[in-house]
């Protein structure tokens, strides 16, 4: 296999459990850059939320942003989709109901929530964590909570790219999942999922996938040369379109099926960082 890109999740593949990056990966991912190979972002975060994670010296020649709805490279826009105001307002209206925890974020990178749901929200983040819940999507609402989100008086409805819900139950977060499944028979958006326990919603027909190959077009490289690893089923998209697809030791065991490989190691053990090593420049061919 000839690869000219790899196409890298974030949480639990990129980074670790406490939403950091190793310096060995990122002294790998320069190694990458240097042998001509692409190295681009595909995650459910947005351009900002990318941005408050990565160190400054963290390669990558382009992102594909909240699960497809926009793609970048060299910090500049090649799209950017919005949700439909209309569709925001009645989602909306619908979490508060259902009284779900939600995060609303905009094209410029603010996040934001109705200050009328500040508590219910903050008993949502400071309530039990069960075992199904992973640290890092715990550690990322607490800080969420307490220093991202601007907790605002008015619904704001344009320029949304992502509306993020989540909740520590189970039943709750499966009810609201399936109450949105009944909302798109009257309403069209797509919904994506990177853990059990959240629930994102975007335009209708976009993915991981569908980002990537207008990234790839960008860039020159097609879907047969790029090699994608991943952890949640909102990556399973880009699985099914790329040349070969990896799947974090950590991931789910239905993640687990639809990959080519897994790695030997956890995103908490570097595996991301030891398998690109072995991968690309030890002689293991795909």
Not at 134 to 156: C, H, P, T, V, Y
Request: charged share 25%.
């Amino acid at each position: 296999m000839n690869i000219k890109a790899i196409a890298l999740d974030m949480d639990g593949t990129t980074l670790d459990s406490n939403n950091t990056v190793s310096r060995e990966l990122v002294h790998t991912l320069k190694k990458v850059q240097n042998n001509d190979i692409k190295v681009i972002l595909s995650t459910g975060r947005t351009m900002r939320e990318i941005e408050d994670v990565l160190p400054a010296d963290f390669p990558y020649d382009g992102a594909v942003t909240s699960n497809g709805m926009g793609c970048y490279t060299n910090n500049q826009a090649v799209f950017q989709y919005a949700l439909d105001p209309e569709l925001v307002k009645q989602v909306i209206e619908e979490a508060q109901n259902n009284e779900v925890y939600y995060e609303m974020h905009t094209k410029k990178g603010n996040r934001f929530a109705l200050v009328e749901d500040r508590l219910l929200m903050k008993e949502e983040v400071y309530g039990d964590d069960p075992e199904t819940l992973g640290e890092n999507e715990r550690n990322a609402r607490f800080d969420a909570f307490e220093q991202k989100i601007s907790w605002e008086d008015r619904l704001i409805t344009e320029d949304i790219v992502k509306i993020y819900f989540f909740s520590k139950n189970l039943s709750k977060i499966n009810k609201w999942k399936q109450c949105l499944t009944n909302m798109k028979q009257k309403k069209q958006f797509t919904t994506s999922s990177s853990s059990d326990h959240n629930v994102e919603i975007m335009v209708e027909g976009v993915s991981k996938a569908t980002g990537l190959h207008l990234l790839l077009q960008h860039l020159n490289v097609t879907s047969e040369q790029l090699l994608v690893v991943g952890d949640g089923e909102n990556d399973l998209p880009m699985f099914e379109v790329a040349g070969y697809a990896v799947a974090m030791n950590n991931a789910s065991e239905l993640v687990k099926t639809k990959a080519d490989e897994v790695t030997n190691e956890t995103n908490d053990e570097n595996g991301l960082a030891k398998y690109l090593s072995n991968k690309l420049f030890e002689g293991i061919q795909a």
